[in-house]
């Protein structure tokens, strides 16, 4: 019998809008949602709702704004859905919301944790010093070799997303000279990203020490499902605070850890939260095994309807 895995977005789904209807419609979504807003010091709900004067793209902002729709999102689906899940795993602050569905951290201790973290991150390297890079159609090896070539400054793999898209990150122009190097080698596409700091790099180290102290405040719990962890692909067992402050400056192995799940029988992903870019991604992977998976995605109640539909007619 095959296996479900709840997989959770990170940074770059917000958008305008994001979680109103789950707000609207599920009476659950909305005191998640309500209960954030008022352990914030800002009316998040309305950031999501309306997005006033672009507040919703400041990384401490954005992040809480991230988990309460997808943790809103989850508590909708298991109103409606009986569904039992194996696993949760999120891309780098989705694995915030993975730990929140798999039971080990308390909601509102996680959004007000996040916050803090999108700060850490947003003001640890001035603006302008550190920028990213999606690096498309070339392996990681290749990917490595172009950034071995870059002989000053700092730049380093921030993302393993999927079979030919990788998320580099660092200085700005070691991170434009491995574009350069990454195109001479056969990439399709070198893009830079609009972000506002080189996430997943050594430049971050700064903003995992104080996350550090954090944490040292946050209760753990034993989890109730397997989380599946972004620093080494592996199932956190009693090391949480240890790899979420690693997690900040380290590479994302998201494609090394969907290809775990599927190699140890899972065979059903439901992407929870804004957007369905972690839709592609595992289609990708199962491509490459060679895996035939069911795939979904709950982003609000038109959504959350189909999946029901489709799951219980």
């Known amino acids: 019998m095959g296996k479900t895995a709840l997989v959770?977005?990170?940074?770059?789904?917000q958008y305008k809008g994001m979680a109103r209807d789950l707000?609207?419609?599920?009476?659950?979504?909305?005191a998640i949602i309500d209960e954030a807003n008022s352990a914030l010091d800002i009316d998040i709900k309305n950031m999501m709702f309306e997005d006033p004067d672009e507040e919703l793209s400041l990384t401490e902002n954005t992040q809480p704004?991230?988990?309460?729709?997808?943790i809103s999102a989850l508590m909708a689906f298991r109103d409606k859905v009986d569904l039992k899940y194996d696993a949760c795993l999120g891309l780098s602050l989705g694995e915030y919301s993975a730990l929140v569905a798999a039971g080990v951290l308390d909601f509102k201790e996680a959004v007000k944790l996040v916050k803090k973290r999108g700060r850490y991150m947003q003001d640890t390297v001035p603006v302008g010093e550190g920028t990213?890079?999606?690096i498309l159609g070339l392996d990681r090896e290749l990917v490595n070799e172009a950034i071995s070539k870059v002989r000053d400054g700092i730049v380093e793999v921030a993302n393993y997303n999927c079979p030919g898209q990788i998320v580099i990150s660092?200085?700005?122009e070691a991170v434009r000279d491995a574009m350069e190097y990454c195109r001479e080698l056969g990439a399709k596409k070198a893009v830079e990203l609009v972000v506002s700091g080189p996430f997943h790099s050594s430049m971050l180290i700064k903003a995992g020490e104080k996350l550090q102290k954090e944490l040292e405040g946050i209760e753990f719990k034993e989890p109730e499902v397997d989380v599946v962890a972004n620093v080494d692909a592996e199932y956190y067992t009693c090391n949480y605070k240890d790899k979420l402050i690693k997690q900040v400056s380290s590479s994302v192995l998201w494609e090394d850890s969907i290809s775990k799940l599927i190699d140890e029988g899972y065979d059903e992903f439901i992407e929870i939260g804004p957007g369905k870019t972690l839709r592609g991604f595992i289609k990708k992977i199962a491509s490459k095994k060679g895996a035939k998976v069911d795939i979904y995605n709950i982003d609000g109640i038109d959504s959350l309807e189909k999946f029901t539909e489709i799951k219980f007619r």
């Open 8 to 13: 959770f977005p990170g940074q770059g789904a």
């Open 23 to 30: 707000y609207e419609v599920s009476e659950k979504a909305r």
């Open 132 to 134: 990213m890079a999606a």
């Open 170 to 172: 660092g200085e700005v």
């Open 65 to 70: 704004a991230i988990l309460i729709h997808s």
